[in-house]
């Protein structure tokens, strides 16, 4: 069973589309994370949430807006695409805030054209 | 066992001195990342290391694949520097990270 699952895996748009990256765990944890691995492989937070509630949220443009409906669900909608935001987006989860053991999903890769 | 282990798992430390941070991996693996996390829980990425050395600033890591292991060294520590380390490995063809437990640095003024 995948722990923590993101859809799609691949994702080709334009730019100046909108589109959302799905993120769901089966852990029971209660903090979820959205992080940016750029062409360097660096990885980057952008937002936390714990319990559906915000707790960081890093200098990110305002066209990215996480959504959480329930705690087993981080999404990550992205308004208005630029070429600057083709990365790899990463969701994560983990027990309690700031705790170590950090599970990551397989990654989104967005190509924006 | 973990796949990753790190040591020492807390580290206190005066202002000053030089750090040295270990990890140790026990499968084959294609990069090695270093991050360090703040107390609210974002990690930024220090280094991503497939084989010798790298440098940024005060912080120094290296990497033998043969022996599995790696290493992070700060020169000068500072209190800002006082954060989590984690050393997580990519697999070959996996871009999922595989963490350890960290290890804990306080640097004391």
């Not at chain 1, 959205?34 to 915000?54: A, G, R, T, V």
């Not at chain 1, 329930?70 to 070429?83: C, F, G, M, P, R």
């Not at chain 1, 987006?89 to 890769?109: D, K």
């Amino acid at each position: 069973d995948t722990a923590v699952s993101q859809t799609p895996k691949y994702l080709v748009t334009q730019m100046g589309n909108d589109k959302s990256i799905k993120c769901e765990q089966n852990l029971g944890h209660d903090t979820m994370y959205w992080y940016k691995q750029d062409s360097k492989k660096f990885l980057k937070i952008m937002f936390s949430y714990n319990n559906k509630e915000l707790i960081i949220n890093e200098t990110v443009p305002n066209r990215f807006s996480p959504k959480s409906p329930d705690k087993a669900h981080l999404n990550l909608h992205i308004n208005s695409l630029e070429l600057g935001d083709s990365a790899v987006y990463f969701c994560a989860s983990s027990q309690q805030t700031g705790i170590l053991e950090q599970y990551f999903g397989p990654g989104t890769r967005l190509t924006v054209t | 066992k973990n796949e990753v282990e790190q040591s020492p798992q807390n580290l206190t430390a005066q202002e000053g001195e030089f750090i040295t941070i270990n990890c140790s991996y026990s499968v084959g693996i294609s990069a090695l990342h270093w991050l360090q996390q703040h107390p609210g829980g974002g990690i930024v990425s220090l280094f991503m290391l497939s084989s010798g050395k790298k440098k940024h600033g005060r912080l120094i890591a290296t990497i033998n694949i043969q022996e599995k292991h790696s290493s992070l060294h700060i020169t000068a520590s500072h209190p800002r520097d006082s954060a989590v380390y984690i050393c997580p490995f990519e697999n070959f063809g996996n871009e999922k990270l595989t963490f350890g437990t960290g290890t804990r640095l306080t640097i004391i003024p």
